[in-house]
């Protein structure tokens, strides 16, 4: 095998979960930071913002999706690297049976996600939780039953 053909066999690219490699003819390795492979055939680019997102379930779920386990993840860093901030966790739910089984549901979803940052070692008084059920859903149609089950997240500087 001539050094063309094998420096055109080496011209590969390698895929991690959090960095992408080239190795190029010239035996130099490249490297861009900022992507993350959850799926090999779907590519999501990385969540920057921690102040404040949505996190969605599935239906009468409770357990938090593992894209949204990454940015928990990320909170409870900040978090116990910011002991003067707390965290604003706001459930919602719209698909049971009546107002008590919606109440039931946000309020399992909000204590997850709590439970998460208790495990990451999230100072208790720095968590804020309330559980809505279906008062505050702003789409009350079938169609749009995915946007209001939800958990919000936000982060405030302690008063």
Not at 134 to 155: C, D, F, G, M, Y
Request: no cysteine.
């Amino acid at each position: 095998m001539s050094r063309f053909q094998w420096n055109k066999a080496l011209f590969f690219i390698f895929l991690t979960y959090t960095v992408q490699y080239f190795l190029r003819p010239n035996f130099d390795l490249l490297a861009e930071e900022g992507v993350i492979f959850e799926n090999p055939y779907q590519k999501t680019e990385k969540q920057t913002d921690v102040t404040s997102f949505t996190i969605y379930f599935a239906k009468k779920s409770n357990l938090i999706p593992k894209p949204d386990l990454v940015r928990l993840q990320t909170v409870a860093d900040f978090l116990n690297r910011n002991r003067n901030y707390e965290i604003h966790i706001d459930a919602h739910a719209v698909e049971g049976k009546n107002n008590e089984e919606n109440i039931m549901i946000s309020e399992k979803r909000s204590l997850e996600v709590e439970r998460f940052l208790l495990i990451h070692f999230v100072e208790p008084n720095q968590i804020r939780r309330l559980f809505y059920g279906n008062t505050k859903s702003p789409n009350q149609t079938k169609e749009h039953e995915a946007l209001n089950r939800r958990v919000e997240i936000q982060l405030h500087p302690m008063n």
